[in-house]
């Protein structure tokens, strides 16, 4: 009698594969849901236009981190939340810390490097010489008034302040790392790397799409084909914050690497000849020329085996800096 309930028992509790993929479903549907409800007063609105635009961009990217704590709360209670979400422990020391400066400066020049790759490509309109964008735009802001540093040093100035951004705005970048890459990719990673990679790339591409339809980063492509462009993009810088993740075993690290991607991606105006359109599903790392940096990063870093998450293979001087920090 006892066997046979205890049977029965074992029988109706969720097998773990049918629990993880119950718990992932949840995350998805309340990060996107979440995202659309926070989207919607843009779309009742004046669009990317509103005065409220900053704050619904903000509270938006709260919103995977939102659906990771319901689930590791409610539908899959874990015991151990900080390290489920990847927050902590922050050890071993100098993995951590080189993987976040790593981090920072990869981003940076993933954003930077797609530049010169589009105007080989003849996508990217550059002016590496005279700025003429970025002049242009200081002469508006200015009235013509002349230039208290030569225009070199002001940009100097601004490419040497983005990693500096990147630790100010690492706490909003956390609210989107937090799900996506804290939570949702070591759930993802029983199915094998490159799948994990891929799902949690797209995932992450279309919760995009509340702002992306709006004309936010493709303001002159169709909704269907913007949408599209972040989704491989999402894939592409994805695998590489992942990476970020599975090597040191926290979210801190791709938290700092979004904070930097996103504080240099505005760095295409300093470059950019006055006067011409740039098309972003080409140009910028938003585009197709962007890409190919990012895609052959990924590719070495599969081939070279550096997605093996932490503590799966530690041996000679990663066992012993572990045992050390």
Known sequence: MTLDSGAERAAQRPRRGDYGLWS????????????WLVALPLWLSDGLASPWFPVVSIAM???????????????????????????????PVRRFVGYAV??????????LVALPVGALFG???????????FQQTLDEQSGGAELPLPIGVLIAIQ????PAAALLNVIPALGE??????????????????????????????????????????????????VTAMVI?????????????????????????HAAFNG???????????????????????????WIVPFALVVLLVATGQFTPRGTRTTGADAQEDVRN
């Open 24 to 35: 992932v479903g949840v995350f998805v549907a309340l990060a996107f849901v979440l995202a």
């Open 61 to 91: 990217m709260m919103t995977p981190t939102i659906a990771a704590l319901v689930v590791v709360f409610f539908v899959e209670p874990s015991q151990r939340k900080a390290a489920t979400l990847g927050i902590w422990p922050l050890r």
């Open 102 to 111: 790593l981090g920072i400066f990869v981003s940076i020049a993933l954003v």
């Open 123 to 133: 996508v990217y309109p550059a002016d590496f010489v005279n700025f003429s964008a």
């Open 159 to 162: 490419l040497i302040t983005i």
């Open 177 to 226: 790392e937090l799900g996506w890459r804290g939570w949702l990719l070591p759930k993802l990673m029983p199915l094998g790397t490159l799948w994990a990679l891929l799902i949690s790339g797209v995932i992450w591409g279309l919760w995009h799409a509340p702002l992306i339809l709006l004309g936010y980063n493709y303001p002159s492509a169709p909704g269907w084909l913007g």
């Open 233 to 257: 993009m999402c894939i592409l810088v994805g695998a590489v914050f992942s990476w970020l993740r599975l090597r040191s075993g926290s979210v801190w690290p791709p938290a700092l690497a």
């Open 264 to 290: 240099a991606g505005g760095s295409y105006l300093l470059f950019a000849m006055a006067g011409e359109h740039i098309d972003t599903t080409q140009a910028t790392i938003l585009g197709w020329s962007g």
